[in-house]
């Protein structure tokens, strides 16, 4: 660590920006702060920014960074023990914004309706209790929800009102963050029965060369609006509307992996005159239930000096021109719970007493106890990716069947589970269990009351395996499909997927560390956090040139006592019709860290066929950013690469690196329930196929007449995915059914299409 803050140093005194100097902080590829980030705002103090936004049930968290790219948790400025918190889905904090004013940090937020702030010397805390801010009488209504603060060129502040459709206002504060009775209101901006903005929500504010702009979002459904005046006013002849605040007509919105970009922060300018800002969007299709991500995208005002926001196309960017600080991708890190605090990357789910969780009671374990026989305690991070693998060693003496601890993937709305955990069923018997839905996996627990938890992510599906030791792993069960998780937008909770430890029943459990993304599981190469160049197709990472380059993120290779391992060699599994390349692998940053392997990718004859290649690797233990960088003669593909694993000494067997999850074959026939149901444009049915048949899969209205063909050819044995487009079809409930013509099978399913 002391090295690689030495690094930076020189960086900086010889005149490059950091890390700002190597390839890996020039460019990047959106969303930079994957999982649930709702209502985000931004604020730049210094050389500092900050943000956070609307956390609803789960304990906000403040975010910092100094790039706007690499962003660190910092801080939770409210307490999962403060007594008004609450405890139910859709509940908690709405909005968020933390400024510097008058010589401290403070935090605004609203919950039940009512705005609040804490305040702090530091931005890492501690904070203080929550202040409630009175409404002012001027208004008719509450100070509502989704407000952000606007600090004026003259020192003097406002809050920014939106309650329910026709209700926005600008409301002055005194310096002890109380209203001082100067109200602009403008209930003109929205006003009833027509509502022209939908909800005009999440307003922000920032000023530019004279100018007042107030932005603010229409609704979850999307649209952001920009309107600017020369004055602060309530006077609507003042305000020009300037229209769509993002780029509506970008040749390249249709391929977008987000769709329809709004509640956007306020704009910030950096010191070489860039504009910049962050937002929420949920992905398209069958990740949204991760949540609204945090998307960052560049300003640029017209000769008008009208505001326009890059939409976030696929595409990657040219990042602001800041120092990164050595601060990592932000995605979970591993926690090994030897700290006398919590890390804020952590969240509490809803009310959680103090006495409810300790670090102390047994130091290098977290101990979680239940809030009640029928709530669970839990400590949950933002699952925004795609490929993982999370581990756990547990410590649990379960007593009934009530009582429970392990892994779990939760839906934001906190009506469905993936489990992974220990209990103990109806015989009395100590049990390991793998669970979600209707579909169980149970054995018998042989180890004892501590034992390793692991679940493994590759898209939708996810395995489950438990171990003596954390080396040997046994498979528990089938994969689990959880699409129904992964898809579902909650417009009623407007809480993403999150991933981590729980306890439930009556009983307390141990948990020695959590681990993220382990690097001695296989990776798949086709989900990078962040890359340069590279195409991601289902199964691998394609498109490989000279000189580009994809990272995954928050790797951990142990080394220490609890997580005694350490890598020998590396694999990877690639394809070249060519003649190949070099994968060069660093630590941290491409060329100012740590480069510890260098393997040659040579030709596999084609590009289906892929191979195992395998390459000796530097010592290195710890946590870190792994970046791939790809080196080769021409302009020609150098090869595609399916999957990335590090291995420990005397590990020979390579045959599981080429393990694609995602593709196993099928013992029966097997048609799954779409989802999402019900929908209300598209929605996807997988299927699968145990050998090689002429597959029809149809859809057909109650009266019986085919609606749509989705497939009807010879398929090869293995798993299969059909989207349906009912764009064009009235709503009602319609069948899917398949058949194989040839082994005289066939299956219906139900669905139901709702707008």
């Not at 020369?230 to 987000?258: A, C, V």
């Not at 994969?479 to 430890?501: C, K, P």
Request: glycine letters at 8%; charged letters at 20%.
């Amino acid at each position: 660590m002391k090295r690689f803050f030495v690094l930076v140093s020189c960086y900086l005194i010889i005149g490059i920006y950091g890390y700002g100097g190597s390839p890996s902080f020039q460019t990047y590829i959106n969303p930079v702060i994957p999982g649930d980030h709702p209502d985000c705002t931004l604020t730049r103090v210094g050389n500092d920014f900050y943000t956070t936004g609307s956390s609803f049930n789960v304990t906000p968290v403040i975010y910092h960074s100094t790039d706007l790219v690499h962003w660190e948790a910092i801080a939770q400025p409210v307490r999962a023990s403060w007594p008004e918190y609450g405890d139910q889905p859709g509940g908690g904090c709405w909005g968020g914004h933390m400024v510097y004013y008058k010589g401290k940090y403070w935090h605004f937020f609203s919950l039940g309706g009512h705005m609040r702030y804490v305040t702090a010397e530091d931005p890492r805390g501690p904070w203080s209790d929550p202040v409630t801010i009175n409404d002012p009488p001027q208004l008719p209504y509450t100070l509502g929800y989704d407000n952000s603060i606007f600090i004026d060129d003259d020192g003097k502040w406002y809050l920014l009102v939106k309650n329910l459709q026709p209700n926005n206002a600008i409301v002055e504060l005194d310096s002890t963050g109380q209203p001082t009775g100067v109200v602009y209101n403008l209930s003109w901006l929205n006003p009833a029965p027509n509502y022209p903005y939908s909800w005009a929500e999440g307003p922000v504010m920032w000023k530019y060369k004279g100018y007042y702009y107030y932005s603010f979002a229409r609704d979850l459904g999307g649209g952001q609006y920009v309107m600017r005046s020369p004055i602060l006013t309530d006077d609507s002849s003042s305000w020009e509307m300037l229209g769509d605040f993002f780029n509506e007509n970008d040749p390249k919105k249709n391929t977008s992996l987000f769709t329809r970009p709004n509640h956007a922060s306020p704009v910030v300018m950096l010191d070489d005159s860039t504009h910049w800002v962050l937002h929420p969007l949920y992905a398209k299709d069958d990740w949204k239930g991760q949540g609204r991500q945090g998307l960052l995208n560049q300003v640029h005002y017209d000769e008008n000096l009208k505001p326009t926001a890059d939409y976030p196309i696929n595409t990657y960017f040219t990042a602001p021109n800041l120092p990164s600080s050595g601060i990592p991708w932000m995605v979970p890190h591993s926690d090994f719970f030897d700290s006398l605090e919590l890390n804020p990357e952590w969240s509490f789910l809803g009310y959680t007493p103090e006495e409810k969780h300790s670090l102390t009671e047994r130091p290098g374990w977290l101990r979680l106890s239940p809030k009640s026989s029928s709530k669970p305690t839990t400590i949950i991070k933002n699952d925004g990716e795609h490929n993982y693998s999370l581990i756990t060693r547990l410590d649990f003496t379960p007593q009934s069947q009530n009582d429970e601890a392990g892994l779990w993937i939760m839906r934001g709305d906190e009506t469905k589970f993936l489990k992974l955990y220990s209990s103990v069923n109806d015989n009395g018997e100590k049990v390991i269990v793998f669970s979600f839905e209707n579909t169980k996996y149970e054995v018998p627990n042989l180890i004892g009351d501590t034992l390793w938890l692991r679940i493994i992510r590759n898209n939708h599906n996810i395995s489950g395996f438990y171990s003596e030791d954390g080396i040997n792993w046994i498979k528990l069960g089938g994969n689990i499909n959880i699409s129904i998780i992964d898809s579902y937008s909650d417009y009623t909770t407007f809480t993403g997927t999150r991933q981590g430890l729980y306890v439930k029943g009556d009983t307390p459990a141990f948990f020695d560390l959590y681990i993220y993304r382990d690097a001695y599981t296989p990776m798949m190469a086709a989900c990078p956090a962040n890359q340069f160049g590279t195409y991601r197709r289902p199964q691998f990472l394609d498109s490989i040139h000279n000189n580009d380059w994809a990272l995954y993120a928050g790797v951990e290779f142990g080394g220490n006592s609890d997580y005694p391992k350490a890598p020998d060699s590396l694999g990877f599994s690639a394809s070249s019709a060519t003649s190949g390349g070099i994968i060069e692998v660093w630590l941290d940053s491409l060329d100012t860290g740590r480069k510890i392997a260098e393997c040659e990718i040579t030709t596999t004859g084609d590009w289906q066929t892929f191979k195992v290649f395998k390459t000796k690797v530097d010592p290195v233990s710890g946590n870190h950013d792994v970046y791939l960088k790809f080196k080769g003669s021409g302009t020609d593909r150098l090869f595609q690469l399916k999957t990335i694993k590090f291995l420990i000494e005397g590990d020979t067997s390579l045959s599981y690196v080429e393990e694609d999850f995602s593709s196993k074959i099928p013992k029966t026939y097997i048609l799954e329930q779409n989802y999402p149901n019900p929908f209300s444009l598209y929605t996807t049915i997988n299927f699968g196929v145990p050998e090689k048949s002429f597959i029809s899969l149809k859809v057909y209205n109650l009266l019986g007449e085919e609606v749509a063909v989705l497939r009807e050819e010879e398929l090869s044995p293995g798993i299969y995915s059909a989207k349906f487009d009912a764009s064009q079809l009235p709503n009602g409930v319609y069948f899917y059914i398949i058949k194989a013509k040839d082994k005289k099978f066939s299956e219906t399913k139900k669905m139901i299409l709702i707008r």
